[in-house]
């Protein structure tokens, strides 16, 4: 668990089935909902065979890096641990430049919020710790965070739909 460049998230490889299903499970998390995939540049896209076009890749430029979640196309079988059967996958960019970093190094993460599916994401660790304790490897205290999930968007056909603020 660690601070996002929104409020405290749940961490995990977004590149191995296992780890994406111990979250949903730790979280108990409605099975057919994705998570927001965390990236380190905008070329991770390519690793989930999501391919951009110019258009599409203008509009991602005014949105991140950012607190914007950014939903996108996913037809790859191979990634239906993520996409739940959608075909779409929401990833972000990060602000925190510490975090991109990070991501640089590990890969792409799987970062759904630090709470249990229908409850308050915690703002501090010692929330956190009431909803996980010990099920939780590490846990990365930045103190209390007071920012909100991020925005959600979904690109379509070059238009933007603002699915949550």
């Known amino acids: 668990m660690l601070p996002t460049d929104t409020i405290y998230g749940i961490v995990g490889s977004a590149l ?17 909902k994705p998570m927001i995939i965390l990236v380190g540049l905008m070329g991770d896209l390519k690793r989930f065979g999501v391919n951009i076009d110019a258009k599409t890749k203008r ?19 191979k990634f239906s641990y993520l996409h739940r059967g ?16 990070l991501l640089r190094k590990t890969g ?17 660790i010692a929330e956190a710790k009431r909803y996980f304790g010990n099920k939780v490897d590490f846990y990365v205290d930045a103190g209390q965070l007071a920012d909100r999930p991020s925005k959600i968007i979904r690109i379509e056909n070059g238009k933007v739909f603002t699915l949550r603020l």
């Open 59 to 77: 509009i991602l430029k005014r949105f991140w890096p950012g607190k914007v979640s950014i939903i996108l196309p996913c037809l790859s079988k």
């Open 86 to 101: 959608t075909k779409t996958l929401a990833f972000r960019l990060p602000a925190k430049k510490s975090l991109r970093a």
């Open 16 to 32: 191995r089935p296992k780890t994406v299903e111990r979250i949903y499970k730790l979280r108990k998390r409605n099975p057919k």
């Open 108 to 124: 792409p993460l799987v970062a759904p919020s630090a709470n249990i599916e229908g409850k308050r994401p915690a703002r501090t």
